[in-house]
């Protein structure tokens, strides 16, 4: 039983792919969106089952592309409050190119108020490299046109250390971002994963990947013109502005995943649905479309959830008690010494802060998190529908 979670909604479709994409996604068809989106339906009932009185604390729908079905996507979050007892944030992943006024008018009036535009860059050359389908220009008039929609938030996605780009470019999209009002940046540095392919196309094209001298130059750039225009970072790779509420997919203590893909963390469990969209949409007929799962020892679930707290830059000691019943103190505290006594973290009453120094050397883990284990886990789960184990 648990009386409170996030739920996160996978929408697979995309109307193009980038080479560089490591996430669960297919090509848009209608008939096959219809089907997948009753068998999203299908499956949030059967949660309604499971957790019957639980609270659903915020929504959040990623992808593939969201906006790439925004009717349907509009049902569904329609349906999601009938079903539950709803409050907290409705955060979207958009297109650039879907972003014009009939979409953003059904996604407003639909209640929701967070809208994360994934420009990924507003600079056209390099658009071009990542294979997307619009220039600078209309990404910025998409960005214009979400925050004259009127959502409360509206997110800029950009991508750093893409090839070809120097530290001027990604110091141009962060600014540009700025200016254009965004209420948060975030700005993933380019992580390529071994099975999209995107190695070779970047030989192909005769560029060079970005090095690590280079990536950490561009990461001080943004920290430092985020500093100077007032925006608090609020994750190692996020920047809020100062009164807006904090917009994220991944940092829920307690969450739901739906669709093909989706991850869940709850009553003690880590768990993925199946990423074939076809083996999704034919097993949550009859159950739950799991594919594997793992119970997580209590010891787990703290550094799991002390792993994404140092994501998000700061750890509340009193929350970590009030969620586990033990002191932060007693449990971690040779961590937390050797974290201090090397410049890492800075400690103020109850909150725990990582420094500039902690926060770069968290950067480089999380990287590595993603080399290791999302890149095991998700390779993995995309090439079979039903691995019979994934090993760390
Ligand atoms: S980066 Fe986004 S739009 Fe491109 S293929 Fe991946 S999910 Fe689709």
Redesign the pocket.
């Given at each position: 039983t648990i009386k409170s979670f996030g739920l996160y909604l996978h929408i697979?479709f995309?109307?193009?792919?980038?080479p560089?994409?490591?996430?669960n996604?297919c090509l848009y068809r209608k008939d096959k969106a219809d089907e997948y989106c009753r068998a999203l339906s299908q499956e949030l009932r059967r949660y309604k089952e499971i957790f019957h009185g639980a609270r659903v604390d915020s929504v959040y729908v990623g992808?593939?592309?969201p906006t790439s079905i925004t009717s349907n996507l509009v049902q569904l979050i329609d349906e999601i409050g009938d079903l539950f007892n709803t409050c907290g944030l409705i955060g979207v992943?958009a297109?650039p190119d879907d972003l014009n006024y009939d979409n953003l008018r059904l996604l407003r009036n639909a209640g929701i108020n967070m809208l994360s535009v994934?420009v990924?860059t507003f600079n056209s050359r390099l658009l071009r490299i990542i294979?997307?389908t619009y220039d600078g220009i209309a990404a910025q008039r998409a960005v214009r046109a979400a925050f004259d929609a009127g959502f409360d938030t509206v997110d800029v996605d950009l991508i750093f250390a893409l090839p070809g780009q120097k530290v001027e470019d990604v110091v141009n999209d962060v600014a540009v971002s700025f200016e254009l009002g965004a209420h948060q940046v975030s700005t993933y540095p380019l992580i390529i994963f071994p099975y999209t392919g995107m190695d070779a196309y970047i030989k192909r094209l005769g560029l060079k990947k970005t090095g690590m001298a280079a990536e950490k130059e561009m990461l001080e750039a943004i920290v430092s013109l985020a500093e100077k225009c007032g925006y608090r970072r609020t994750s190692i790779w996020t920047f809020t502005r100062e009164g807006a509420p904090r917009y994220s997919s991944v940092t829920r203590e307690r969450f739901v995943g739906i669709g093909a893909g989706a991850a869940s963390l709850n009553s003690g469990y880590f768990y993925l649905n199946t990423f074939d969209v076809e083996q999704y949409i034919e097993t949550v007929r009859k159950g739950l479309p799991v594919s594997v799962g793992m119970k997580l020892p209590v010891r787990v679930e703290m550094l799991y959830w002390l792993y994404w707290r140092m994501y998000d830059m700061e750890i509340s000691a009193a929350r970590f008690e009030e969620l586990f019943q033990e002191s932060l103190q007693h449990r971690f505290g040779l961590l937390l010494d050797v974290l201090r006594f090397s410049g890492m973290i800075a400690v103020t009453g109850d909150s725990i802060r990582l420094t500039k120094k902690g926060a770069y050397f968290f950067h480089l883990v999380e990287k590595g998190h993603s080399w290791d284990y999302l890149c095991r886990v998700w390779a993995g789960s995309l090439r079979e529908p039903w691995p019979s184990q994934i090993s760390f």
């Open positions: 697979p995309c109307r193009r792919i980038c560089f994409c490591p996430y996604k992808g593939g592309t992943e297109h994934g990924q294979g997307r």
